[in-house]
Structures are given as C-alpha cells and as structure tokens.
C-alpha cells in the first residue's frame, strides 16, 4: 500500500461549483498534511497547511483531516477557471525533524466558464 | 514568488552524461531539500541538506549527490543519466529543521530531458 493515495481524475467542473479534493494515508503517526497547487510546467504552491486534526479555512479553501480515518480533504467553494491545477496532497512519513514529504500523485482540476 | 530560484529552466542532456543544477533558497532559510516529480507523478524526495550536511534521504541510488554552500544555495548533481532520469527536478527551501511549525516553499524546478 502507497502511503499517500489520491485520485488522480481528471475532474471538471462548472464555474462556480463546490469541489472537494481526497486523499488517504497509510499511517496513523503522521502528523503534518499539506495542499499544494501546481499549476502546468510550475512549483507547487503552498494552499494549506494543518497539524493533526480538524478544518483549517482560508477564503474559499477549507482543508480537513480525520485522523480516524486517515482521510484529508480539501473543498473550494465558488470555483473560478483560475483555480484550474493540478492539486497534490502531501504528509510526513520521517516524522517533525525532517521536510521529507510524500505526496500524492495529484489531481487534475479543470473549472470550465 | 516563493523566493527561491533554480537554474537552469530547461536542459538536454545525452544518456550517461552528468548533470548539475542549482537552487538559491529563500533568505534566512537555512534547509534545502531536493525532490524529483516524473510526469503525471507527485514529487518524489531525494535528500534533504541542513547546514550543509545530508540529513535525510530518499529512495534514490548514489550517483544522485548534493551539496550545501555556507550561504546555503544547493546543487544537486546527478551522475550517468539515464533515460528515466527525465523529469521537473524541484528544489525547496525552508527555515529551521524540521515541520514543527515551518513548511516548505518549492522554486519553480528545472525541467531535465534525457536523450
């Protein structure tokens, strides 16, 4: 089993739409879950950020962790074309003293005006 | 702008040759690390460099190799390229050592392509 597992898509949605983004985990001791956006031929860009579990919002973004189940989410309200990315997940699998990442494999996103 | 930058952009490179590319990391970030994202693929970790020493690795064969300067750019070497090699090469720099309230910010990468 892949220790970070996301649906790759390609997903597409009308503008204005609600999109929600999963990914899961394989191990309960990871502590650390990022949003990235990475947008084509692109660094990824930080989108979010969260220790352990909880909703973290910023603007139209809203990341989510249930550690109980080892799902992490992230929804964008009111979608724009603009929005239109690539969107990987990432934890840390080594533990706090590291940046040692392991990432998803991304989603595709396309927001169609 | 993440204020970290890499050189070069894109590059051409013959299998078995060698390779250098170059990172110059966000002021006062003090850690650098390297990762690999194939095509269609998520980054993938090499190694990470913190006061210019390797402290943490990936799963990646030696001929991969890094170093950290005092001021803490990084280059990350890659020795007998092979075709599989061919990938966005992304260099990320952070503060400190470790995730406990930090992250880290990627450059824009260097696309490699190997013939």
């Known amino acids: 089993q892949k220790e970070v597992e996301q649906d790759p898509g390609p997903l597409s949605v009308p503008e204005g739409a609600i999109v929600s983004l999963n990914c899961t985990y394989s191990?309960?001791?990871?502590?650390?879950f990022m949003w990235y956006r990475q947008y084509s031929r692109k660094g990824p860009e930080l989108l979010m950020y969260?220790?352990?579990?909880g909703n973290k919002e910023d603007g139209r973004f809203t990341a989510q962790v249930d550690k109980s189940s080892k799902y992490i989410s992230l929804f964008i309200r009111d979608s724009q074309p603009s929005d239109s990315a690539t969107y990987l997940c990432?934890?840390?699998?080594?533990?706090?003293?590291?940046?040692?990442?392991?990432f998803g494999k991304g989603t595709k996103l396309s927001v169609i005006p | 702008e993440t204020g970290v930058t890499q050189s070069p952009t894109h590059l051409i490179k013959t299998r078995g040759q060698q390779v250098t590319l170059r990172c110059s990391s966000q002021s006062g970030h003090n850690t650098v690390s390297w990762y690999q994202q194939a095509l269609g693929q998520g980054p993938q970790f090499i190694f990470q460099?913190?006061?210019?020493?390797?402290?943490g690795r990936g799963n990646f064969p030696p001929r991969f190799s890094g170093l950290q300067f005092p001021n803490y750019s990084s280059e990350l070497n890659v020795n007998a390229l092979e075709l599989d090699d061919s990938a966005l090469y992304l260099c990320?720099?952070?503060?400190?050592?470790?995730?406990?309230?930090?992250?880290?910010?990627f450059g824009e990468g260097s696309w490699l392509t190997v013939v």
């Open positions: 191990n309960s001791a990871f502590q650390y």
């Open positions: 990432a934890t840390n699998p080594v533990g706090a003293g590291s940046y040692q990442l392991t």
């Open positions: 460099y913190y006061r210019e020493e390797e402290n």
């Open positions: 990320a720099s952070s503060p400190g050592q470790g995730l406990s309230g930090n992250t880290i910010y």
């Open positions: 969260t220790y352990s579990s």
